[in-house]
């Protein structure tokens, strides 16, 4: 194989690479770096601070809520039925029942059946 055949791969491979690279999104650097070991600070525990506590807050108790009244119901009184004795159309009434217009003639005496 040539040379020149060796390098159109290798420039081939390398922009497939490349391409796959930058669509998923992959970086591919070197890093040089030398570690820096530092000596570690002394830690000293921070000086205490003393603040006075609050003024305490006095708060009035709410009032209390007013007194519930309430209003008595007012007393209804109905009268009672209306009982009056005596004739009611065609009907007798005498406290008990009704009585037709017949039967009372036929038990009272009077008249009777015949006359009616």
Same mark, same amino acid.
């Not at 040539?2 to 159109?8: F, S």
């Not at 921070?46 to 305490?56: E, H, K, M, R, S």
């Not at 009032?63 to 009672?80: F, I, K, S």
């Given at each position: 194989?040539?040379?020149?055949?060796?390098?159109?791969?290798?420039?081939?491979l390398?922009?497939?690479?490349?391409?796959?690279?930058?669509?998923?999104?992959?970086?591919?650097?070197i890093?040089?770096?030398? !570690?820096?070991?530092?000596? @570690? &600070?002394? $830690? +000293?525990? *921070? %000086?205490? =601070?003393? /603040? #006075?506590?609050?003024?305490?807050?006095?708060?009035a !108790?709410?009032?209390?809520? @007013? &007194?519930? $009244? +309430?209003? *008595? %119901?007012p =007393?209804? /009184? #109905?009268p009672?039925?209306?009982?009056?004795?005596?004739?009611?159309?065609?009907?007798?009434?005498?406290? +008990?029942?009704?009585?037709?217009?017949r039967?009372?003639?036929?038990?009272?005496?009077?008249?009777?059946?015949?006359?009616?």
């Amino acid at each position: 194989m040539n040379v020149k055949g060796l390098i159109g791969i290798g420039i081939a491979l390398t922009a497939g690479l490349a391409c796959e690279a930058a669509m998923a999104r992959v970086s591919v650097g070197i890093n040089l770096g030398v !570690p820096v070991y530092a000596a @570690p &600070a002394p $830690v +000293y525990a *921070p %000086a205490p =601070v003393y /603040v #006075a506590p609050p003024a305490p807050v006095y708060v009035a !108790p709410p009032p209390p809520p @007013p &007194a519930v $009244v +309430y209003q *008595p %119901a007012p =007393v209804v /009184v #109905a009268p009672g039925p209306a009982i009056i004795v005596g004739w009611h159309g065609d009907r007798y009434w005498d406290g +008990y029942r009704y009585w037709n217009r017949r039967d009372w003639h036929a038990y009272h005496g009077g008249y009777g059946y015949r006359h009616w």
